[in-house]
Nanobody
């Protein structure tokens, strides 16, 4: 079992920045690929970004050039740095983990955090 706890969400104006954290516990963090998904009201869960255990990163088209994913194995934590935020980035952001392979499909991920709300005002 892996427990994931997100933090860092909040309210920010358009053009601003936020950094989300995902603290992992329970198993060896370095064995897992980590990802961030988001879900806005009335919409399906959307892939945002992922990072493999070796550090290879993947980004959804809507966040390329604005968001950066990283991980710190010493702290068992993954991060999502979000810059140049737009109102359409408003959503609940979820951290996820899988030991198999990186995917843009949420069904591939075995472990999920509870989510953290990000609201971007115009």
């Amino acid at each position: 079992q892996v427990q994931l706890v997100e933090s860092g969400g909040g309210l920010v104006q358009a053009g601003g920045s936020l950094r989300l954290s995902c603290a992992a516990s329970g198993r060896t963090f370095s064995n897992y690929h980590m990802a961030w998904f988001r879900q806005a009201p009335g919409k399906e869960r959307e892939f945002v970004t992922a990072i493999s255990w070796s550090g290879t990163t993947f980004y959804g088209d809507s966040v390329k050039g604005r968001f950066t994913i990283s991980r710190d194995s010493g702290k068992n934590t993954a991060y999502l740095q979000m810059n140049s935020l737009k109102p359409e980035d408003t959503a609940v952001y979820y951290c996820a983990a899988t030991s198999s392979y990186v995917s843009v499909r949420s069904a591939q991920y075995d472990y999920w955090g509870q989510g953290t709300q990000v609201t971007v005002s115009s």
